[in-house]
């Protein structure tokens, strides 16, 4: 079983820039994909991007493509969020998450980490 941990969330301007991590603890080799989700209060959770562990291969949301970067670090066991020319309704708890299949779907995913806040101002 895998364990994860977001970090590098806070607040930012509107148009600024955030990178955000999650770290991985535990059974991490059995890892197929990581993917990052966001929820804001009174929204259901929204996929954003996700990475096969080993492969690299991506997708991404619509909302988010050609603003948000998802990467791997397979030595550090890490995942990260690149997130540029942020706007006022990116504002949500953003989670990692470990699935089995690289997929976009709240269900598609078994682990989950805690979250970390992001805040955009405008």
């Known amino acids: 079983q895998v364990q994860l941990v977001e970090s590098g969330g806070g607040w930012v301007q509107a148009g600024g820039s955030l990178r955000l991590s999650c770290a991985a603890s535990g059974r991490t080799v059995s890892s197929y994909a990581m993917g990052w989700f966001r929820q804001a209060p009174g929204k259901e959770r929204e996929f954003l991007a996700a990475i096969r562990w080993s492969g690299g291969i991506t997708v991404y949301a619509d909302s988010v493509k050609g603003r948000f970067t998802i990467s791997r670090d397979r030595a550090k066991n890490t995942v990260a969020l690149q997130m540029n020319s942020l706007k006022p309704e990116d504002t949500a708890i953003y989670y990692c998450?470990?699935?089995?299949?690289?997929?976009?779907?709240?269900?598609?995913?078994?682990?989950w980490g805690q979250g970390t806040q992001v805040t955009v101002s405008s």
């Open positions: 998450a470990q699935g089995n299949v690289l997929g976009r779907r709240y269900r598609d995913y078994d682990v």
